[in-house]
């Protein structure tokens, strides 16, 4: 077989493969609807306000409810020293000025 | 047409052939690109799902959550903010709410504790021992299923429900029982209940739902405090309004509307920020160095196959259009590689490569997949990083030599 048909058969199974994932990540989204409705029923229910992404602290277990000064809060110099808070940025509310 | 096509096929014949001939050099670049990709449509994928999942997970939080603040330290709050808040115009209910965490040193984890709504959570029902059933329903939703995975369990004092994390980590489930040391060094046992469901682990893998009259036992707090309030506003657009009013009448309460929440999560994994930064600049810095490579020309050999094809008669066009088909099918075969394992990577392996990081310290981490959330806008993003820089950044050069004398580009041999 030529080189050049073989170049051609994988663009194009490349190009079908991402078109099936793109088709696997719609019908996911569909399928996941009714867990993403128990998990914001949860919410709704239980008046949580975070994700349980990272339970190592208390700011970042709830980074929306977190202390201002979080990142001082251990110690006056202890800046953010868990491996989650590399992952975060500190709320939007504390670069806006009134 | 036919005669175009079959010319691009015998030029990418040609230049397979050409690339064969530089194996070692061409396959550690093919997998250096596929790398790089990868990592780029692995963060992107990740993040983006992520972000869209706490969104419409997070759209019924709260709409405003008051705490107060002393001395710069969220405090628990004094059951008489409820009625001023009350007040309020614009206000249609204020609920209290009792939360906090414990600390397991057998495990090592932290675990959020909660009062459901209307369990005893306010200073009048605290006493109450109603019990309170917390497999609830909702008009629209089918009431036939629990909301949490209970069978009809029903929380009572002295018992727990306790989220799936909890109980994957410490191997316990319904009727085992937890030890917890109260405020004043007393050890307590509660009867576990029930686990909530492990699909719901995304926002409860550390949550254990305990009683009102309970939780104050554990942690001694006063019937006159609570932990914070959730406000409901009648007009949704007047919550800001709201929030600045209680902020007027009460200076230590500190209002955190559900736009701050939805935006915390918005910006979380941000581009911007600490690892995201790291991650885009070592791939960036990467691809600056492939560009670099290619545009500050080409190698005497590669300048010598250039003037021999010169000499048997190719045309500047021919030898441009070679290393266009170069760039593309090298970029291309990362491009669909990198992308086709990244899609594996974040949504059917869990992020196996980002686990570690993500986990950091926690020793209780939900186990969680994540909804598939891309689109093609992605996917053309991610192309247009990856495979047109790359592409453009080799014709430049070529263009450079395809243009010299066949007899000085032959004779050239330093670099």
Redesign the interface.
Same mark, same amino acid.
Do not use: C
């Given at each position: 077989m030529r080189n050049s048909s073989l170049f051609l058969i994988y663009t194009s199974s490349g190009v079908v493969l991402l078109s099936l994932l793109l088709a696997h990540a719609s019908l996911s989204e569909t399928a996941q609807q009714e867990n993403l409705k128990e998990k914001a029923m949860l919410v709704k229910t239980l008046k949580l306000t975070d994700l349980c992404l990272f339970t190592e602290a208390r700011y970042t277990r709830h980074l929306s409810q977190a202390d201002l000064n979080t990142a001082f809060q251990d110690h006056p110099l202890s800046l953010e020293h868990f491996p989650s808070g590399s992952f975060t940025q500190p709320p939007e509310r504390m670069s806006e000025r009134p | 047409m036919r005669h175009w096509i079959e010319k691009?096929?015998?030029i990418? %014949?040609f230049t397979?052939?050409s690339l064969l001939r530089r194996k070692v050099k061409n396959f550690g670049l093919l997998a250096l690109y596929t790398l790089i990709v990868f990592i780029l449509a692995s963060t992107m994928f990740f993040t983006y799902s992520?972000k869209k999942?706490?969104s419409?997970?997070?759209? %019924?939080?709260?709409e405003i959550?008051v705490?107060k603040?002393v001395a710069?330290?969220?405090d628990l709050l004094p059951v008489s903010y409820l009625d001023t808040i009350k007040n309020i115009r614009g206000v249609a209910a204020v609920?209290s709410?009792l939360w906090g965490?414990y600390y397991d040193s057998l495990v090592g984890?932290?675990y959020?504790l909660?009062v459901?709504?209307a369990n005893g959570n306010s200073a009048d029902n605290a006493q109450s021992p109603a019990k309170t059933t917390v497999v609830?329903g909702?008009p629209g939703?089918d009431k036939s299923k629990p909301?949490?995975e209970l069978n009809g369990a029903v929380l009572e004092p002295g018992t727990l429900i306790i989220?799936n994390?909890i109980a994957r980590l410490r191997d316990i489930g319904k009727g085992d029982y937890m030890p917890f040391l109260t405020f004043d060094g007393n050890v307590v046992n509660f009867r576990i209940a029930g686990t909530?469901?492990s699909?719901?682990?995304?926002?409860?893998? %550390?949550?254990m739902?305990i009683t009102g009259e309970d939780f104050r036992k554990l942690f001694g707090i006063d019937n006159s405090y609570v932990t914070?309030l959730?406000v409901v506003v009648n007009n949704p657009s007047e919550i800001a309004t709201v929030a600045s009013k209680i902020k007027k009448r009460l200076p230590q309460a500190r209002p955190?509307i559900r736009d701050?929440?939805l935006?915390?999560?918005d910006?979380?994994?941000?581009w911007?920020?600490?690892?995201?930064i790291?991650i885009f600049s070592a791939a960036v810095l990467a691809f600056v160095i492939f560009a670099w490579d290619k545009a500050s020309g080409l190698s005497a050999g590669e300048r010598r196959e250039i003037g021999i094809l010169k000499a048997v008669g190719w045309e500047t066009s021919d030898v441009i259009q070679m290393k266009f088909w170069e760039g593309a099918?090298i970029s291309?075969?990362a491009?669909?590689?990198g992308?086709?394992l990244a899609?594996v990577h974040v949504?059917f392996t869990g992020s196996l490569v980002f686990e570690p990081?993500?986990k950091?310290?926690?020793?209780?981490?939900?186990n969680f997949e994540l909804?598939?959330?891309?689109?093609?806008e992605q996917?053309t993003t991610l192309f247009f990083l990856t495979v047109v820089p790359y592409t453009v950044a080799t014709i430049v050069p070529i263009w450079r030599a395809a243009t010299i004398d066949p007899d000085s580009a032959m004779r050239f041999t330093g670099d």
């Open positions: - | 691009q096929r015998y990418i %014949d397979i052939s992520i999942e706490a419409l997970i997070l759209k %019924d939080a709260p959550v705490q603040i710069g330290r969220h609920e709410r965490y984890a932290n959020t909660l459901p709504p609830e909702e939703i909301l949490f989220g994390g909530l469901s699909q719901s682990e995304l926002v409860s893998a %550390d949550l739902l914070d959730t955190i701050e929440i935006r915390t999560y910006s979380i994994f941000n911007r920020g600490g690892m995201m790291v099918m291309l075969t491009f669909f590689t992308v086709i899609y949504f990081a993500l950091g310290w926690s020793s209780l981490y939900p909804t598939p959330f891309v689109n093609l996917l």
